[in-house]
């Protein structure tokens, strides 16, 4: 930093033309300002030297170059120096030369002379160019006003500087002496020195005084928080221990140690595994040597409840009575019978084995198709707890494994805080919508599920927040998904898929009249004789007002039939009501579903397919015609590309046995055909609809119609091969549902009607088929019943 002592005189005109030139190094001199410097190099020496033999002026000018880099050259110099005059010189035992130097007056360097060891130049003086103005005297009264705060801020500054600065009548000297004075970096300070507008140059220091005056305010009021909260945390101590001493003397209990032998009664009374028992005792530890305000204090504290608090070895009682149990889920439940039998073979394997390990269920299928609920009912049968857990959503790997204690308001997993509400270690867990579990930069929820539902990892299944192992094997597992594609494959693996796959027509008006129409007549308030349903009525609304392989939709419009006989009792105008088919207009509305596929039919070139869902199945119209052009194939409706492909194979299929199929080979080089698929709204994809559009374009080309109430499914080849599919009992049970009589599907297929119920398999004719050609010879009807016409051809 400059020295402040008062100037020497001098006269600038004396300055000669010629100067040895003086390299610094993290310094900057301004005019009238004194500088102590050291010179270690020793051409800097001679500089020194020569110049005290002489006249004692040299130029200063500030270097890019940092000091202990190579000598600098010219180009590393600035472009303005100082002038100054050597006021003392002294040289110490190692070498080292000291001066004290005044800044003189602003120069630039017009050419260097050579032939000595350090640089000499031929130098042009620099004035300041100056206006006294309104602007100028405000410019330097607002500059004094900042100085003096930050003098005031600066323990190392003298008050006296800032009466100095008061007395300075020059706007330059002013503005160069604060510069000097403040703790700017030496790039700034030669910034300052290199504007030779005195407004300007007020200005910039203006800034770097605002700069440094933010600075030291922030830095006083950091410092009187500290010191405001180091008197705090003293005075609190003091206050604590006097009334530490005034309970003692009164003989009072300290709050703290109390609960802390709470802690440690529960503790023994929990019979922990060993390492829970050394992590509690440990904790237990730190919680005794914490004052209770402490931050500290909540956490181990909350980490202590936690580990007391869950069932180590606390166990429901199973109930193995087969009987029993076989009896409630049949009364919860109309059906399902594989995980009914699974349920109950669990039993059996639980009373001839008491230690064997749960089993990991996973329950799929539409929605509306009693997943959920008969999870409820097991935990019924088995006399256990039971708790859901909702997946749907999840991201977040802290949701299964829980988040580590180091973060504030941490807690343990959804798994260990369902073990906790359950106050048992053997409860029924379901992990509702497991399909529907997501990932992102917080970790993948499915990969920490992989531990939770392996039965030869989850007996140590370790929660973040515990951090102490828990035994899972106990606990029963039941997971539910609507689709299992979306489920990473080595968390399919790892699960017992039950398909729950919809229910009959049959089966839905049983179940209604069983479970829905008695639950919707007591949430709406209406006895068993002020309302009845007709079996008639009930396959009506299941046929006309819904299209669901689940029972959510009915049991709405079961709702919505309660609620206007409620509102019609309540107002007087009936005392009971028998709903039958035509009364239904009046409570539900028109039919909103019709069966479309008599109508849909009845033109040739349309063909009925069958079409799988994650909600079920559906009923797939396929339309093919004809126009002339020169061939072409035009494909609508929203197709995938597997569906454009299977399109393109029953075409090439087609023409390849045209003359076998009876079709005019020039046909299809005189005209375009265009297959489209209704519902175009709806994306679509898959093979399976291969047959049904083979079937819709011969019908097309042949002017054969498909015959009626018949329906089809089957991958097809350029051979002519009909191929296997999936999700048939959902196809089957959609065309049932639609009042199909009759199914062609393929040979490979015929093993998966042994999953379809019986009413349903003595309902529809099944025909099975390896061959493109047997599917035709039953879809299309004879030539006898189609409609004539003669075939068009293009001549």
């Known amino acids: 930093m400059a020295d402040k002592r008062s100037p020497v005189e001098f006269d600038a005109d004396k300055v000669p033309e010629i100067l040895p030139i003086l390299p610094l190094y993290d310094a900057a001199l301004f005019p009238k300002m004194v500088l102590p410097l050291v010179v270690l190099q020793g051409e800097s020496v001679q500089l020194v030297d020569e110049a005290m033999a002489k006249d004692r002026i040299i130029g200063l000018m500030v270097s890019k170059k940092p000091e202990e880099k190579a000598k600098p050259g010219r180009e590393d110099l600035a472009k303005v120096g100082t002038t100054a005059l050597i006021l003392k010189m002294a040289k110490t035992q190692d070498d080292r030369t000291q001066l004290l130097v005044q800044g003189m007056s602003r120069f630039k360097i017009k050419s260097f002379i050579e032939g000595k060891p350090y640089m000499v130049a031929r130098i042009d003086l620099l004035k300041d160019v100056e206006k006294m103005d309104n602007e100028t005297e405000a410019l330097m009264s607002n500059l004094i006003g900042q100085f003096e705060r930050v003098v005031e801020l600066s323990p190392g500054l003298p008050p006296e500087i800032a009466q100095m600065a008061k007395t300075i009548q020059e706007a330059g000297t002013l503005a160069d002496m604060i510069t000097s004075t403040i703790n700017s970096s030496p790039e700034e300070k030669q910034q300052v020195l290199e504007i030779l507008d005195v407004k300007s140059r007020l200005k910039e220091v203006t800034r770097l005084l605002n700069h440094q005056l933010e600075i030291l305010e922030l830095g006083n009021k950091i410092q009187s928080q500290v010191k405001g909260d ?210 992102d930069f917080r970790g993948d929820p499915s990969s920490a599920l992989l531990e939770v539902l392996d039965p030869e990892q989850n007996f140590s299944f370790s929660d973040h927040y515990l951090d102490v192992p828990f035994d899972l094997s106990r606990v029963m597992f039941i997971t539910t998904a609507n689709i299992l594609d979306t489920i990473p494959p080595a968390l399919r693996d790892r699960m017992e898929v039950l398909m729950l796959h919809g229910y009959t027509l049959d089966e839905k008006v049983k179940i209604a009249h069983r479970y829905l129409i008695p639950r919707q007549r007591e949430a709406h308030g209406l006895k068993a004789k002020q309302i009845k349903f007709t079996i008639g009525a009930v396959k009506q609304i299941v046929m006309g007002y819904t299209r669901e392989a689940g029972l959510r939709n009915l049991e709405r419009e079961i709702a919505n039939a309660c609620r206007g006989v409620a509102s019609k009792i309540a107002q007087g105008k009936l005392k009971s009501v028998n709903i039958r088919i035509e009364d239904l207009h009046e409570y539900l509305g028109p039919v909103r579903l019709t069966s479309e596929s008599r109508v849909r039919v009845t033109t040739p070139g349309v063909a009925t397919g069958l079409a799988w869902t994650p909600t079920g199945g559906e009923l797939l119209f396929i339309e093919a015609t004809a126009m002339k052009g020169s061939k072409g194939l035009t494909l609508t409706g929203q197709l995938g590309d597997v569906m454009k492909e299977s399109a393109t194979a029953a075409l090439s299929f087609a023409r390849s046995n045209a003359k076998e199929l009876g079709i005019d080979e020039d046909f299809f080089v005189n005209h375009d055909l265009h297959i489209h698929v209704p519902a175009g709204a709806i994306p679509k994809d898959g093979p399976s609809a291969g047959v049904t559009m083979l079937s819709a374009l011969t019908s097309l080309l042949t002017n054969t119609r498909i015959k009626k109430d018949l329906a089809m499914t089957g991958e097809i080849t350029l051979r002519g091969q009909v191929l296997p599919v999936g999700g048939i009992k959902e196809k089957v049970l ?53 409609m004539p016409a003669k075939r068009r051809k293009n001549k």
């Not at 140690?257 to 023994?268: L, N, P």
């Not at 269920?361 to 857990?389: D, E, M, N, V, W």
């Not at 309902?763 to 030539?783: C, G, P, T, W, Y």
């Open 230 to 439: 180091m008197d705090k945390s003293q005075r609190d101590y003091y206050l604590r221990q006097q009334l530490k001493a005034i309970k003692e003397e009164l003989g009072e209990t300290d709050e703290a140690s109390v609960e802390i032998d709470e802690y440690r009664a529960k503790i023994d009374e929990k019979n922990l595994p060993e390492e829970a028992l050394k992590e509690a005792n440990r904790e237990l530890e730190r919680l005794s040597r914490m004052h209770p305000s402490s931050a500290e204090y909540t956490v181990a504290s909350t980490y202590l409840d936690w580990i007391t608090s869950l069932p180590w070895h606390d166990s429901s009682e199973d109930n193995l009575d087969i009987k029993k149990a076989r009896k409630i889920l049949d009364e919860d439940h109309f059906g399902l019978e594989k995980p009914k039998k699974r349920i109950i073979e669990y039993l059996a394997v639980r009373k001839l084995k008491p230690e064997s390990k749960g089993p990991i269920l996973c329950f799929a299928g539409p929605p509306g198709t009693g997943k959920t609920s008969l999870g409820q009912s097991i935990a019924r049968a088995l006399g256990r707890k039971f708790h859901r857990i909702s997946l749907g959503g999840v991201r977040d790997e802290a949701e299964i494994r829980g988040h580590r204690r180091t973060y504030v308001g941490a807690l343990p997993g959804r798994i260990i805080q369902g073990l906790r509400r359950a106050e048992t270690n053997n409860p029924i867990f379901m992990l509702d919508e497991i399909d529907k579990v997501g990932s």
């Open 734 to 786: 959609a065309a049932h549902r639609a009042g199909i009589k009759t199914i062609i599907m393929p040979e490979l297929n015929r093993k998966d009607i042994e999953d379809i119920p019986r009413k349903v398999q003595k309902d529809i004719r099944f025909h099975f088929v390896n061959k493109m050609l047997d599917v035709l010879k039953i879809a299309l009807e004879s030539k006898k019943k189609s």
